[in-house]
């Protein structure tokens, strides 16, 4: 069974930080271009950010460019998306996903539809 567990989130001023920690087991976490989407209150869920199997490519909506860094440790079959300089529109739950198909193009990789697995989401608050 496969099982992706988002962490780390939580409740952060404007202008703060937060770690996001997605624990995957169930399948080889190595091989999977790994994504993370969000979805605010009363809005369609959107991509974040995503990390290409090799761990050579990243990509990032252009509303996170330079404050989000996504990464992967293969040893813990874990990814981060770590959050600076956080802003009130970045409240939402974030959700990590698992894909498996070891092809990583960029754009596929900024659809839901790429994505195999999902987590449950972890909620996201920044206060202005």
């Known amino acids: 069974q496969v099982q992706l567990v988002e962490s780390g989130g939580g409740l952060v001023q404007a202008g703060g930080s937060l770690r996001l920690s997605c624990a995957v087991s169930?399948?080889?976490?190595?091989?999977?271009?790994m994504g993370w989407f969000r979805q605010a209150p009363g809005k369609e869920r959107e991509f974040v950010a995503a990390?290409?199997?090799?761990?050579?490519?990243?990509y990032y909506a252009d509303s996170v460019k330079g404050r989000f860094t996504i990464s992967r440790d293969n040893a813990k079959n874990t990814v981060y998306l770590q959050m600076n300089s956080l802003k009130p529109e970045d409240t939402a739950v974030y959700y990590c996903?698992?894909?498996?198909?070891?092809?990583?193009?960029?754009?596929?990789?900024?659809?839901?539809?790429?994505?195999?697995?999902w987590g449950q989401g972890t909620q996201v608050t920044v206060s202005s």
């Open positions: 169930g399948v080889t976490f190595s091989t999977c271009n």
């Open positions: 990390l290409s199997w090799t761990g050579g490519s990243t």
């Open positions: 996903a698992a894909d498996r198909s070891r092809v990583a193009l960029g754009i596929a990789l900024m659809r839901e539809a790429r994505y195999d697995y």
